[in-house]
Every structure is written in C-alpha cells, then in structure tokens.
C-alpha cells in the first residue's frame, strides 16, 4: 500500500510551522493513542502513522530532504538509517508531548513537575447541599524553606558531569538510539555542589500542610475539587502538582439523593390516608406542607417542586419527592381495638369489596388463578 502523504497525514499545509506540526500531532496521536483504542488495528496503525510523520516533519533536515524526494528519501536508509526516520528522536517526542499532557518523566527543558497528591473529603448531606469550607490537614513533600527549594546550601549548582547540562542521555539498543532524562540531576542540567542540611539536597521536605478547601453549594458524591499548585513541590524548584479533593458524602437519615433530587418517605396514620389531611414534612429548607388527599393510598408519591438541591453546574433546583407510607397502629388501648373492630364489621361482606380496590383486584385474580388450574 502507498504511503500517504505526511503533510496530509497530520491535517497541515507544506508552509506549517514547529509549533503547527506539534500541535497537529498531538491532536492525531490523542486520537489514535492505543491506550483509548484498546484492540482496534486500525487505530494503532493511525497512530503509528501519525508518528512518523511528525517525526520526519519536525526534524528541519529530514523535511527538507522529504520535501525533495518525498517517501523515498528514506528507502534503503536513505536519510535515516536502517531504522527508518525518527527512531533517534522517539522519545524526544513521547517526552515533550505525551509527557506534558499526562505529567510524564523529565524531558529536555528540564525536570517534571511535583506529584499531584489525592484527598478524600467527607461530608454530610446538609454540608454538600449548603456548601461548607473545611480546613484539612495533608502530608506533603515542600519545598524547603532552608534553601527555597533549590537543594543547595549556598545557592551553587554544577553542571551535570553525565548529561553535560543537557538533560537528557542517549544510549543505543542495537539498531535504535534512544533518549531519556538523565538518571543524574533528573533532567535539571546541574547538580548541587554543597547540599543542603536540612533537605540532603532534594529541594523538598516531608511536611504536614494545612489547607482550606472551599466546597461550593450543591456538589455531589464523586464530584472533585481541584487546588491548582497544591500538591508536592516539584524537585529542585521545579512547579508544584496539583491537589484534588474527592467528595464523599454519607448517607442520611431522613433523604437519599438522585442527582439535584430528595426521596423520603412520609409515615401516615390510616385515618389521615383515607380521611385525608396537610402534614408537615421536612426539607433541606425547613419544613413545608404537604396535602394527602383523601382514599390515598400506601407508596403515593408526592412532589414538592423546587425543595431538592440546587445544581452545581446548572443553578437550577430539584424537588423532593415524598412516599406515603400508611402505619399499622400499634400498642392499641381497648377502646381503640374496639373502635377499630366495630369498623371493621363494615366491611363483611361483598358490599366491603368496594372500599378495598386493590383487594377486590386481588382476590379476582385469586378466583381466576384457581379456575384456570382446576379446569
């Protein structure tokens, strides 16, 4: 099969800039990353397809001579060797980009930054809905104030002896000649001379750091909070990493959450549910009323517009959803019990079937049932 052509490969006209070809090639090999198309051949070959273009594309010398001769400058080692074009700066590419996208090792403009650092936070239900500031305790690596960060106890650095300032080392591994941050100053460039006491020369501290996280107003369980520059120091003053406080919030007595919002259940007495009555019920808010009509029945559910939680994102306010749930009474005195027995002499007979729908259903479907068998 031919090979397409590499400008059309990442999208680009043959005028494109450095950063109009990296910024193309970042989109592609997002796209065709073989990590997000787990199993699918013809992604890792786009993604394999991407990558050499840029990998000719971005090399000035490369470029020209494609420009010229097009694929076959680098046939039968034309230009590249017997690997091909790019193997020599493969991991100059994965490092520059796929490194600053996901936080990746040290690439030639120096060390990474410090780790991102994970908290859970957990609240109750009023604290999620209301929003809450909390002041949380996080151990951490910081930077050192002995000597800012720097690791060096008289603010002199060295050049590297390994990678010579560069960052970065080459090795061969038979055919192909790879590249990586140096194992020595960690992709710094230089190395310090005097160490510092208190910090043995990493820039950084073990140290408890105490923070206040601003919860806003409506978040839900599995919502995250990003403090930006609130993680570990990076080393040797290189940027923080970023804190990111994950919300869990307990179960509650009375509601359970659906999104923006409230189920509860509403307890009533069998007088109330087939007389018919206004409770009051409670809410986030306070309390409100509710009208049970009469002849209701056991699981009606009810809507109270506007008293759920009002969304973090969209502003807009849920409701609260109320389920009667009709009560046995219980611990009865005698008079009651004998109240209760004369009422339910009323019902003996087939005139009774009329006040109990859902039993009258029931026992037809009974009577059916056992036809349908005996027949």
């Known amino acids: 099969m031919d090979k397409r052509d590499y400008y059309e490969v990442l999208g680009v006209s043959r005028s494109a800039g450095a ?8 989109r592609c090999a997002m796209k065709h990353h073989p990590d997000r198309n787990p199993g699918n051949a013809a992604a890792e070959a786009a993604f394999k397809e991407c990558k050499e273009a840029y990998e000719v594309l971005s090399d000035p010398e490369r470029r020209r001579m494609y420009d010229q001769h097009g694929h076959a400058a680098f046939e039968h080692g034309m230009g590249g060797g017997a690997g091909g074009p790019g193997f020599a700066d493969m991991n100059d590419i994965f490092g520059d980009i796929f490194g600053n996208i ?28 209301g929003g809450v500031t909390r002041e949380i305790e996080i151990p951490t690596l910081d930077e050192c104030d002995t000597c800012d960060g720097s690791g060096s106890a008289d603010g002199k650095l060295e050049t590297c002896g390994t990678c010579g300032g560069r960052g970065q080392v080459r090795f061969q591994r038979g055919i192909f000649s790879m590249q990586q941050g140096c194992p020595h100053c960690g992709g710094r460039g230089q190395v310090v001379s005097s160490p510092c006491a208190d910090c043995h020369g990493q820039g950084r501290v073990e140290r408890t750091k105490r923070l206040e996280v601003k919860v806003p107003a409506g978040v839900d369980n599995g919502d995250r909070i990003r403090l930006a520059g609130e993680g570990e120091s990076g080393p040797a003053g290189a940027p923080a990493g970023d804190l ?28 109330q549910a087939a007389l018919g009555d206004t409770i009051r019920v409670p809410t986030l808010g306070g309390e409100a009323e509710l009208r049970i009509p009469a002849e209701t029945q056991s ?23 109320c389920r009667v749930v ?20 009323t019902f003996v007979g087939e005139g009774g079937r009329r006040h109990s729908p859902r039993s009258s259903t029931f026992v037809d479907g009974v009577k059916g049932f056992w036809d349908r068998m005996t027949s």
Not at 102 to 129: C, M, Q, S, T
Not at 303 to 320: A, C, Q
């Open 19 to 26: 950063d109009e070809l990296k910024k193309a090639y970042r």
């Open 102 to 129: 996901f936080g990746g090792g040290a690439g030639p403009r120096g060390p990474r930054r410090g780790a991102d650092i994970g908290y859970v936070l957990e609240l109750n239900l009023e604290e999620a809905v």
């Open 244 to 271: 990111y406080v994950d919300v869990r919030v307990r179960e509650h007595p009375i509601f359970q959450r659906d999104g923006d919002d409230l189920h509860c259940e509403v307890p009533v007495r069998i007088s």
């Open 299 to 321: 699981g009606k559910l009810f809507r109270l517009r506007g008293k759920g939680v009002r969304s973090v994102r969209s502003r807009s306010e849920g409701d609260l959803y």
């Open 326 to 345: 009709v009560e046995t009474p219980v611990n009865l005195t005698a008079e009651q019990r004998e109240l209760l027995e004369k009422f339910e002499e």
